[in-house]
């Protein structure tokens, strides 16, 4: 670290405090409706993979019974 610039803790944690001044949180409300959101397509994801795994199973199942 000899051509890096050394900073003091007592430096770095009033330039972490300064940094987390600038963050724009969100609302209440958008934090909701994202977390609704994310629930609604992780179970429209959840379900098209059941309906894609049974599909897949079902084939399975049949080919297997026409060779077996």
């Given amino acids: ?3 890096k ?3 003091s803790i007592v430096e770095f944690f009033s330039q972490v405090k300064a940094e987390v001044k600038k ?3 969100p609302s209440r409300q958008q934090v909701i409706m994202s977390t609704i959101l994310i ?3 992780s179970v ?3 379900l098209f993979f059941f309906v ?3 599909l897949i199973v079902w084939v399975m199942k049949n080919l ?3 060779v077996g």
């Fill in 5 to 7: 610039k050394r900073i």
């Fill in 1 to 3: 670290m000899s051509d």
């Fill in 44 to 46: 429209i994801a959840a």
């Fill in 39 to 41: 629930f609604v397509v």
């Fill in 52 to 54: 894609v795994d049974q």
């Fill in 64 to 66: 297997y019974s026409l």
């Fill in 23 to 25: 963050i724009t949180w």
